[in-house]
């Protein structure tokens, strides 16, 4: 092989690389310059190095520490449950059924809203006074909830919210690997004796594995990430209960005009979800 078609593949990936390099990785390295940096301006109109000053500000700041908790509250609960709700739809909807065809267009519906027309609407059909859901509530004889301004209510009502968003989505993934796993593999288990169950332990999951692992990752980074719902729907409140560390570090820079503070609190998000990230590949890597 000559040197021009060794180069051939680097040169399809070249662009992607770029745009890696413009979108991601250019925006990192200016993230962690701001972080060192107040944003006091020196007489000369220069900001002031700090350097980790502003790390040292957020480790003393007991409002970051809250954020950290609902984060970590937040991602436990509703990373394993999306992955497990759209893993059992995926099942239902890769069945041949009378009506399943019904089922998943109803199903996948969510997919086609935007974020931010799906948190507007849910949070319109639970508000406490004229919403549909304390409409129906007080029909059953059930007296009406604050969901989203009850500090106790307000984070689960969130995960509710994120998950009916999220999990289609990731519903859609995990169907397609469901059905690039081949008949015969798992007529063969049938045919050696193993029931349904054992069959979707051990033929089916395996299989899976490399679906599931994109799944729990990318849907790891989504949550990680989110900040659409609590901005639109409670502000990180009430009372911080939804201060997730996303929004509240938007919060710090584009509200209290802290850019160094935030641009640290984003890089210790990103150090966290990486951190996170490679623990999920370590556990859920494919056996050879």
């Known amino acids: 092989m000559t040197k021009v078609e060794r180069s051939v593949p680097y040169l399809f990936l070249l662009p992607a690389m770029i745009l890696l390099l413009f979108w991601r990785y250019i925006p990192i390295a200016m993230g962690l310059r701001e972080s060192?940096?107040?944003?006091?301006?020196?007489?000369?109109?220069?900001?002031?190095?700090v350097g980790l000053d502003?790390?040292?500000?957020?480790?003393?700041?007991?409002?970051?520490?809250?954020?950290?908790?609902?984060?970590?509250?937040?991602?436990?609960?509703?990373n394993p449950l999306q992955v497990a709700l759209a893993l059992a739809l995926g099942v239902l909807v890769n069945q041949s059924l009378r009506g399943i065809g019904i089922f998943r267009t109803i199903l996948l519906l969510p997919v086609a809203i935007s974020i931010n027309v799906a948190a507007l609407a849910?949070?319109?059909?639970?508000?406490?006074?004229?919403?549909?859901?304390?409409g129906l509530l007080e029909a059953v004889g059930v007296a009406r909830q604050d969901f989203l301004r009850d500090p106790d209510q307000a984070l689960p009502?969130?995960?509710?919210?994120?998950?009916?968003?999220?999990?289609?989505?990731?519903?859609?993934f995990i169907l397609a690997g469901l059905q690039g796993i081949p008949h015969e593999v798992l007529e063969a288990a049938r045919v050696d004796g193993a029931n349904r169950l054992q069959t979707f332990l051990h033929v089916t999951l395996p299989l899976l594995r490399r679906v599931l692992l994109f799944v729990l990752v990318a849907d790891t980074i989504a949550n990680f990430t989110l900040f659409v719902p609590p901005y639109l729907l409670t502000r990180g409140g009430p009372g911080n209960s939804t201060n997730l560390m996303m929004y509240d570090a938007?919060?710090?820079?584009?509200?209290?005009?802290?850019?160094?503070?935030?641009?640290?609190?984003?890089?210790?998000?990103?150090?966290?979800?990486?951190?996170?990230v490679i623990i999920q590949f370590l556990a859920l890597r494919p056996q050879h």
Do not use: E
Request: no cysteine; net charge positive; proline share 2%.
């Open 36 to 49: 060192l940096y107040s944003n006091a301006l020196s007489l000369t109109g220069a900001k002031t190095f």
């Open 157 to 172: 009502t969130m995960i509710g919210i994120v998950s009916w968003i999220g999990v289609p989505f990731w519903t859609l």
């Open 250 to 276: 938007w919060k710090r820079g584009f509200v209290y005009g802290d850019l160094g503070s935030s641009a640290a609190m984003v890089l210790i998000l990103l150090l966290v979800m990486a951190v996170v």
């Open 122 to 134: 849910w949070g319109l059909a639970l508000d406490t006074n004229y919403g549909l859901v304390n």
């Open 54 to 78: 502003n790390f040292r500000y957020l480790f003393d700041d007991p409002v970051f520490w809250s954020s950290v908790r609902v984060t970590a509250i937040f991602g436990i609960i509703v």
